[in-house]
């Protein structure tokens, strides 16, 4: 099973993703999953 993440709303959640992915004092979850999102996305080329 493949899984993809979608492209972002806008900029604001883009900049929530990024925040949580490079988090350090965060529920390491919700860091784990910011950082699959944003890597999904860096594979797709959804960078802007």
């Given at each position: 099973?493949?899984?993809?993440a979608?492209?972002?709303?806008d900029?604001?959640?883009r900049?929530?993703?990024?925040?949580?992915?490079g988090a350090r004092?965060?529920?390491q979850?919700?860091?784990m999953?910011?950082?699959?999102?944003?890597l999904?996305?860096?594979?797709a080329?959804?960078?802007?």
């Open positions: 099973m493949v899984l993809r979608r492209e972002s709303r900029e604001a959640e900049a929530m993703i990024e925040r949580f992915a004092k965060a529920p979850d919700l860091v999953r910011a950082r699959m999102v944003q999904g996305r860096d594979a080329g959804d960078r802007r």
